[in-house]
């Protein structure tokens, strides 16, 4: 799949147009709802992602765990995303 590709290579899922519409709109807009679940799903992703780095445990809803990691474990798994 194209979106999938694109989503490979570094796309943006929280770009927005002039309109101020992301990608899963425009999807949404044109009832590609499987295409909308996959740029819902990669933003939820990217969105854990962060809050994984930035030791945010309440939002990722893993426990407190998070907050004893090590840095340099935090990095080399950020790196495999």
């Not at 709109?25 to 819902?40: G, P």
Request: glycine share 8%.
């Amino acid at each position: 799949m194209l979106v999938r590709l694109l989503l490979d290579k570094g796309a943006d899922v929280e770009s927005k147009n002039s309109s101020g519409q992301t990608p899963e709109d425009l999807a949404n807009a044109c009832s590609h709802l499987q295409i909308a679940e996959l740029l819902r799903a990669e933003a939820t992703r990217l969105a854990k992602c962060v809050a994984f780095a930035m030791g945010d445990h309440q939002r990722l809803g893993a426990g407190s765990w998070v907050q004893w990691l090590d840095p340099g474990v935090v990095l080399m798994v950020l790196e495999q995303v």
